[in-house]
Every structure is written in C-alpha cells, then in structure tokens.
C-alpha cells in the first residue's frame, strides 16, 4: 500500500505556544488529505478534510483558527495547533487518499503525532 | 450526517476461538466499509473491507458481512491467536458525505488469551 509520514511521531510543548504537524505521501499524490484526532481509549474523531489548493472543511465544533491547516501540495499537508493548551493532549493522526476518480478510495493512515501540553 | 454504532465494547475471547463485532450505520447511501486494527500507539491498519455491491468478503481468518437492508455489517475472526488482541475500528463512507469521509465506529477491544 501507500506510504503516509507524519512529523514528529512526539511533542511536548509549553501551554500557549504553537506546534506544527507535517504529514506528507511519499509515493503517491495526495488530492484529499484527513485529521483526525484520538483520545485515549476513544474513537478518531474526524477534525478537518483537506483539498490541494484549497482551504480546508472543518467538522462541526472544530476551530479553525486554532487548528491551522494548510495542504499547499500534493504531498504535504500541514496542521498547526496554536496556542496549545493541555486539553489539546492527543493523538493525532493524518490519513491521505488520491484521486483517481473512484468512489472507494481507500484511506492511508500516517503514524499518529502525540502531543503533549505541558 | 452518517453515524456508526459499534458492539461490543470489549471482547474477551480464548484462543482459537471465534470473534465477531458488530456495526451499524444511518445513511442508507453509505457504500464502503472498511475495518481496522489498532494497536496501542499506532496507526489504524485496514484490514478488509466490504463495498455495498458485495454481501460478504473473506480473507483467511478475517470475514466481513453486509446487511443493507437492516443497514448493518460484521466482522468474524476465526481462530483467533494473542497477535489479533488490540483494537478494532469499523467505519462507513457514503456518496453524500463528500470528500470521501470515513465516519468511525466506537472501537472494540479484542482480547485473546492464550
């Protein structure tokens, strides 16, 4: 199957400071890029849906001042948490899916980023 | 918008015994339905799935089933081995969600003991 990375696979930051995620697709073009975000012993939540090109669709309850997402390629989506607080401690993980203009793409998990806000 | 119910919660099984989760979901146009495995710490891995066109798919120990009228779908693990203990996802995908999201079941934990 596809290939997702994600970076860092761990973060531990300070309350009110900010943190980027990167998830990119190493052998494949990515047209739709997913964040999701799991708390422990919880299902994923799914947090924003991403295109190429275009700003991203947040799910309801989700701020998207808060959680920046930027998918300026095709291989690379980015998500910032800003101003992290400790409820912001998570897992998150970013998934990619191309385009090939069928109905069942499947969905290619990245490793999952643990955040940690101190 | 699509929501997926998943039982049980929890599962504790012996080994070489049968395992079966169950999923429902609310948007009749759902048409794919994956399911993962999850081990603690680690990414979701697909480990079949089962498109609307289909009642029922297998992969050596692994079987999916769909029920489209009663809008339900199953997983069976036969033979289950300590390796198959983490936790389960399943999820649907429908036409009318857009951009092709998964929405995720509640999880179940497998538990095999030896």
């Known amino acids: 199957g596809a290939v997702v990375s994600q970076h860092p696979s761990r973060v531990i930051c300070k309350s009110g400071t900010s943190v980027k995620i990167e998830c990119r697709s190493l052998?494949?073009?990515?047209?739709?890029m997913f964040w999701y975000r799991q708390f422990p012993k919880q299902s994923l939540m799914l947090m924003a849906t991403s295109n190429e090109g275009s700003k991203a669709t947040y799910e309801q309850g989700v701020e998207k001042d808060k959680f920046l997402i930027n998918h300026a390629s095709l291989t690379l989506s980015t998500l910032t948490v800003t101003s992290a607080h400790p409820e912001d401690s998570s897992f998150y993980i970013c998934s990619a899916s191309g385009n090939s203009g069928l109905v069942y793409n499947e969905q290619f998990f990245g490793p999952g980023t643990r955040l940690t806000v101190l | 918008g699509e929501n997926v119910e998943q039982h049980p919660s929890t599962l504790s099984v012996q080994e070489g015994d049968s395992a079966v989760i169950k999923c429902t979901y609310s948007?009749?146009?759902?048409?794919?339905f994956p399911w993962y495995k999850q081990e603690l710490g680690k990414r979701p891995q697909l480990i079949i799935d089962i498109r609307s066109n289909v009642g029922e798919k297998k992969d050596q120990r692994i079987a999916v089933t769909l029920n489209k009228t009663a809008k339900h779908f199953s997983l069976h693990i036969t033979e289950t081995q300590p390796e198959d203990s983490a936790v389960y996802f399943c999820a649907a995908k429908g036409m009318n969600t857009g951009f092709q999201k998964l929405v995720f079941g509640t999880g179940t934990r497998l538990l095999v003991s030896p």
């Open positions: 052998d494949f073009q990515a047209t739709t």
């Open positions: 948007d009749s146009a759902s048409n794919y």
